[in-house]
């Protein structure tokens, strides 16, 4: 990282004027935050009480039998309170804010899951929070909706646009601007201006750290390859961020391919996107030949973000980690393979993550570790993947 958060000609801070004040501010706070350690203490004690870490890795035994190749391991982020990765993060921002003295959490949420994380920490450190989200997607995700209104915040619909999650990102930013001395903008994902990709990957890398452990105890070495499903990138980025300096350990990212790259319905920013700025930052987007964002498409509502995490395009430029399409059918492939062989329902989009595992496996010794990081559970997505199943039956 170069200074004002560049990841190579990724990053920065691509907002207008009146942001660099608060940017500032918030860069500044975390920089203190990061290096006293009753704050770090603080983080690590709700982490371990309230979310319930350390999460365990899991031997997946009958579904790498079943491959006959290498063996697969889960880390298990789906066991967590809320039931995904997403929590580590928003207890490390609500902490900032509270620490900085704001009184106020906003946040923007696509599927709902960061804006459920978001308003479950409102919850627990007794702070007002308004979450914007797309018209469209309050409709699409009516239970998630309710979640968040269960838990005391306030879902701000976004008539604008396209009334998805893009428009609910403008909305969230436009509430910032004008509000910053009371607010704080819990961003759900390692990318937005700086400092928040550095600053959410920081909260996400316990689950590599951890993992890196976990491993070795386990194992008496590293994994050969750490897997992870990108959506904007931040369990991948947590993962990876355990493994960075270890050169053996691949890191493999996967985006979600939808009906394929060529069908243009699909949510790969970095597989086929173009360099563009979205949310702040400049990074591989999904956007037209003038430059209008592109919707996305996935059958995993978590993976539709239009942008990718700056540091993840460096991380694929420098060729320490490679991206790769997991489409549609082979994520409900692996999510059925590992309900039936492990007992375990994974989120849609952690299931992204396993197929790439699942197409590596048997090509790969017994020998071989396949790290996964299973980012959520899946009883959020069964409507979903019953719709799915029953539309491609038969085909
Ligand atoms: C939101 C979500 C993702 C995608 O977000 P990233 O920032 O790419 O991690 C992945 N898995 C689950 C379970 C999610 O809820």
Not at 43 to 71: D, H, N, W
Not at 273 to 289: F, Y
Not at 319 to 325: D, F, L, N
Request: with cysteine; proline share 4%; net charge negative.
């Amino acid at each position: 990282m170069k200074p004002n958060g560049h990841f190579g000609p990724y990053g920065g801070q691509y907002v207008a004027e009146t942001l660099m004040g608060p940017l500032a501010e918030l860069a500044k706070a975390y920089d203190e935050a990061k290096q006293d350690p009753e704050f770090q203490r603080e983080f690590q004690a709700i982490l371990k009480e309230y979310v319930g870490r350390e999460s365990p890795i899991t031997v997946c035994r009958r579904l790498s039998e079943k491959l006959g190749g290498a063996t697969i391991v889960l880390k298990r982020e789906d066991l967590n309170h809320t039931g995904a990765h997403k929590v580590n993060n928003t207890i490390g921002q609500a902490l900032l804010a509270k620490r900085m003295g704001k009184k106020r959490l906003i946040a923007e949420t696509g599927a709902g899951m960061h804006g459920v994380a978001t308003a479950t920490v409102a919850a627990l450190l007794g702070m007002p929070c308004d979450v914007y989200m797309g018209a469209i997607d309050v409709k699409r995700q009516a239970p998630n909706v309710q979640r968040m209104q269960m838990l005391g915040a306030r879902v701000v619909a976004v008539e604008e646009g396209s009334a998805t999650l893009k428009d609910a990102m403008n909305e969230a930013l436009r509430d910032w601007v004008t509000n910053c001395d009371d607010t704080f903008y819990v961003i759900g994902t390692v990318a937005g201006p700086y400092p928040y990709p550095d600053m959410v990957r920081d909260f996400q890398r316990v689950i590599g750290d951890e993992a890196r452990r976990q491993c070795l105890e386990k194992f008496g070495r590293l994994p050969d390859q750490a897997i992870a499903c990108v959506g904007g990138g931040s369990n991948a980025m947590g993962l990876f961020a355990g493994f960075l300096d270890d050169k053996d350990v691949k890191l493999v990212g996967v985006e979600a391919g939808g009906k394929g790259i060529a069908s243009g319905e699909h949510a790969a920013s970095i597989n086929g996107g173009r360099l563009g700025v979205l949310h702040g930052s400049k990074t591989m987007l999904l956007q037209t030949d003038v430059g209008n964002i592109i919707d996305t498409y996935s059958v995993s509502a978590g993976l539709d973000y239009p942008g990718v995490g700056p540091e993840h395009c460096w991380l694929h430029d420098t060729g320490r980690a490679e991206y790769s399409v997991i489409c549609d059918d082979e994520a409900i492939a692996a999510f059925d393979d590992l309900c039936r062989y492990e007992g375990i329902i994974p989120a849609l989009e952690s299931s992204h993550a396993l197929a790439e595992a699942i197409k590596r496996a048997p090509t790969l010794p017994k020998e071989t570790i396949l790290l996964v990081n299973l980012s959520g559970r899946g009883d959020k997505d069964m409507e979903n993947i019953m719709a799915y199943k029953k539309a491609h039956a038969g085909v």
